[in-house]
């Protein structure tokens, strides 16, 4: 378990470095789905088979599938690359890459990482199966946000059909 | 888990690889045979008897071939997309029960025929359907060729609507069965097979697994007259016959997925036959069903393809996963 773990956690770091070391920008976003992949893997490993799947389909499957069409359309000759960066990105860089330290920093000396256990464990969970332990929750503790959330999406669907809608006319 | 675990896993995978790679290899064949006798035609009969040694041939003819590629590509991805094809075609297989519960003993020890009988059952092979559409994606843009690349476009915009639809249609099931492990879904069916009363259900299944697989009347992606041959116009010798490779095994494993969401897996009427050749036989007569469309629509319009997918089956699948959640509150009296 931990040596798995420790694979998985040299991938994401591997090819989270890719996703802002590349100079082409479709190897850019290829890294950030196999940084996907490898987080997907680490839900598996904590027992999460359902987030797992909903990872993969999701983020992996239909977000990063748009963002590799949209850089394949925007410019389909392959040798176009990012430039240098400048000293304006660098300064950025540094000062978002230093408030992002602390965080970490602050994590870990207050031992925030290690969370409590709640009463799913993976003997409970496993008994009732995952999918339907993920979805009782969702359903009756969290309906509430659930539902907020829907409405949010359904107001970004009206406004994309509304702006596709305006191009033709 | 221990090392028995996985050394059992390892050999059941080795025998599920083998088996669908012979699958695709006589598929290839079956397809031209079945088509040919529907064109008034003999087919191939040279290599073998009955032409069985066909696919030997053509394996043995496509390895030699040499590999020409195109100056433009993008090396790494131009080699790294026919493996994510074929990867992920292979991967998918891993959750089909083949047979019940029988007597199938390794090790001292009973086993399952199935490589990994998952808690999330159909939704593992929609995870992975959902990364093999950047093999083909992947393809078309690193080949540096237009054709290519609108090939591969249309290619994954399809594949991407029509997987709505496909999962969609399969809920009324999960809704029936009350579990998305495919062992407890044959199971349910013991006595009733699925498509009985989920029927519509079934047909919005078979519809959005032929436009899955690119398959014709939905072969857009390789429409020859348009496209030379869609994303794999500039793959040739055996990274070409990779992609053909993960569209044949593709269209097995949809065809096993709805012999076992829909015609009872493994159970077969008066106990005649053993599960496994019960089994192979619906999978069979779904793959008939594959070729004879082929030989027999004509290719529909793009515009038109997108239109059924969106308009018609996804809409209808959500009206069909409706009725059924709402029959089965009814029939439990909750309601």
């Known amino acids: 378990m931990v040596v798995g773990f420790a694979i998985v956690a040299a991938w994401e770091l591997v090819t989270a470095a890719g996703v802002i070391g590349f100079r082409r920008p479709i190897y850019n976003a290829l890294a950030l789905v196999g940084n996907m992949l490898g987080l997907a893997v680490l839900f598996l490993m904590l027992n999460a088979q359902f987030l797992f799947a909903a990872q993969v389909i999701v983020y992996a499957g239909a977000v990063m599938v748009l963002f590799v069409f949209i850089i394949a359309l925007m410019n389909p000759e392959s040798d176009v690359t990012l430039g240098p960066a400048r000293g ?82 | 888990m221990s090392l028995e675990v996985v050394v059992v896993t390892l050999i059941k995978a080795a025998i599920v690889i083998g088996g669908l790679l012979t699958g695709f290899a006589y598929l290839t064949l079956f397809e031209r045979k079945v088509q040919a006798r529907l064109q008034q035609r003999p087919g191939p009969n040279r290599v073998g008897p009955w032409g069985l040694l066909q696919p030997a041939a053509d394996g043995l003819k496509l390895f030699f071939k040499s590999s020409s590629t195109p100056s433009g590509r993008d090396r790494f991805l131009y080699l790294l997309a026919p493996l994510i094809s074929v990867c992920a075609a292979l991967a998918s297989f891993a959750i089909i029960p083949v047979s019940g519960p029988g007597p199938l003993r390794l090790f001292g020890h009973s086993i399952g025929w199935y490589v990994m009988n998952v808690n999330i059952g159909v939704l593992w092979y929609l995870a992975v359907t959902s990364v093999g559409v950047f093999g083909i994606f992947l393809a078309g843009y690193a080949s540096n060729s237009k054709y290519s690349l609108l090939g591969a476009l249309r290619s994954s915009a399809q594949m991407i609507s029509y997987e709505m639809a496909l999962g969609l249609s399969l809920v009324p099931v999960f809704i029936l069965a009350g579990s998305l492990k495919l062992v407890d879904i044959v199971n349910a069916q013991h006595t009733w097979w699925f498509i009985i009363p989920l029927f519509p259900a079934f047909f919005l299944y078979l519809i959005a697994g032929i436009a899955e697989t690119n398959r014709a009347p939905f072969d857009l992606p390789e429409a020859e007259t348009e496209l030379v041959a869609g994303y794999h116009t500039e793959y040739s010798g055996m990274r070409f016959a990779l992609f053909f490779m993960a569209e044949y095994i593709n269209m097995i494993i949809v065809s096993s997925i709805a012999t076992v969401v829909f015609l009872g897996g493994w159970w077969g009427p008066f106990g005649i036959l053993p599960g496994p050749w019960w089994f192979l036989l619906k999978v069979i007569a779904l793959l008939y069903v594959y070729v004879w469309l082929r030989a027999t629509l004509p290719r529909m319009r793009y515009d038109r393809l997108m239109a059924l997918g969106w308009k018609s089956l996804f809409p209808l699948s959500l009206a069909m996963m409706m009725t059924t959640a709402i029959v089965v509150v009814a029939a439990e009296g909750t309601l």
Request: aromatic content about 10%.
């Open chain 1, 88 to 169: 304006s990105e660098w300064m950025y860089g540094i000062v978002f890459g230093l408030i992002f330290a602390a965080l970490l920093g602050v994590l870990l000396v207050n031992q925030g990482l290690t969370g409590r256990s709640g009463p799913f464990t993976p003997e409970v969970i496993n008994a009732v199966g995952n999918v339907q332990s993920v979805g009782t929750a969702l359903y009756t503790t969290f309906l509430f946000p659930v539902e907020v959330t829907s409405v949010l999406l359904l107001i970004a669907a009206v406004g994309a059909v509304y702006l596709a809608m305006r191009r033709i006319r």
